[in-house]
């Protein structure tokens, strides 16, 4: 069986990178376009682990790990909206939600903190303005991304400085990682939509999609320490 020429990968490269929307034909800025796929796909998956780590620390399998990151309540708005609002909002490239997914996993390995619906949304605030700073030529100041997140300015610094310190100022993403993480979101939506067409034939349910947004996005205050 023959192998892929080098031209063959980075073709397949470039089709993998088109189809999340990490690159488009045109220029312009990122505020001005519809939200690539690349969200909602990262929005899956942070809502599942989500979801699998809260139904874990109610049947007390796991413990959970009490960090700055941590608010009293969660967000009224779901990880996919705010997801969506920072990328309006910050105009940061699409490839930042990749990058800021693969700071996360780092944070959660060095900390062994779980995600959970009280702290992944300063989590992503936190990496996603980080990662805006290390790959794209320009960026806001802490000030702006504050007030994208839904936090003060001296909260937000408090974050930035924690995130660092955790993840040991490793904010270096080689090429194979990134290609490496884009290819397993690339393969999340395939299963999620092989796993909808199956439950839909066996309990032959009708789909039901709701869209609805909240006009708040403003995250409850952090537990005190």
Not at 198 to 207: D, F, G, M, N, Y
Request: charge should be neutral; hydrophobic fraction near 40%.
């Amino acid at each position: 069986m023959g192998t892929l020429s080098t031209d063959d990968r980075v073709l397949d490269r470039d089709v993998l990178y088109l189809s999340l929307g990490l690159r488009e034909a045109g220029k312009g800025s990122s505020c001005n376009r519809s939200p690539p796929r690349v969200l909602a796909l990262v929005s899956s998956l942070l809502e599942r682990l989500v979801k699998k780590n809260e139904m874990l620390l109610e049947s007390n399998e796991i413990k959970d790990v009490i960090t700055v990151f941590h608010g009293l309540r969660a967000p009224p708005v779901s990880i996919q909206q705010y997801i969506e609002r920072i990328f309006k909002y910050s105009c940061c490239s699409p490839s930042c939600f990749v990058v800021a997914q693969i700071y996360l996993d780092r944070f959660v390995k060095q900390t062994n903190v779980h995600l959970t619906s009280l702290n992944v949304h300063r989590l992503l605030i936190t990496g996603i303005m980080l990662a805006a700073k290390f790959v794209d030529d320009a960026f806001f100041n802490n000030a702006y991304y504050a007030k994208v997140g839904g936090i003060s300015t001296g909260e937000l610094n408090k974050l930035e400085m924690k995130f660092l310190f955790s993840v040991d100022f490793r904010l270096q993403v080689n090429t194979t990682t990134f290609e490496r993480y884009c290819c397993n979101l690339d393969r999340l939506e395939a299963t999620d939509v092989l796993q909808i067409e199956r439950s839909i034939q066996a309990c032959r349910i009708k789909e039901t999609w709701s869209n609805n947004e909240d006009s708040t996005t403003t995250c409850a205050p952090a537990i005190a320490r």
